[in-house]
């Protein structure tokens, strides 16, 4: 799936019209033809992982819509 809008927000939103807030900002160096997959994980505070098709990182995402606490998301990079 390809990226349909990335911007300064950090929020990543996919051609299916889905809205992901990364946990890094590392993804903003992902261009629109990105090939990405998603895929549900279970974690505490983490919902989804986006994966790179093409260099196969993953980065840990939650929907954009749902309540999101930067200390606590800092907090689980860390730890």
Same mark, same amino acid.
Do not use: F
């Given at each position: 799936?390809?990226?349909?809008?990335?911007?300064?927000?950090?929020?990543v +939103?996919?051609?299916?019209?889905?809205e #992901?807030? /990364? %946990?890094? %900002? %590392?993804t903003?160096?992902w261009? /629109?033809? @990105? =090939?990405l997959? &998603?895929?549900?994980i279970?974690?505490?505070? #983490? @919902?989804? &992982?986006?994966? =790179?098709?093409?260099?196969?990182?993953? +980065?840990?995402? +939650?929907k954009a %819509?749902?309540e999101? +606490? /930067?200390?606590?998301?800092?907090?689980?990079? &860390?730890?």
């Amino acid at each position: 799936m390809r990226i349909k809008k990335h911007d300064k927000a950090y929020i990543v +939103v996919l051609e299916d019209g889905s809205e #992901w807030r /990364p %946990a890094v %900002a %590392a993804t903003l160096c992902w261009l /629109p033809s @990105t =090939d990405l997959e &998603v895929y549900q994980i279970d974690d505490e505070r #983490w @919902t989804h &992982v986006l994966v =790179d098709r093409g260099s196969g990182r993953c +980065v840990r995402v +939650v929907k954009a %819509a749902e309540e999101w +606490v /930067p200390e606590q998301i800092e907090a689980s990079l &860390v730890g």
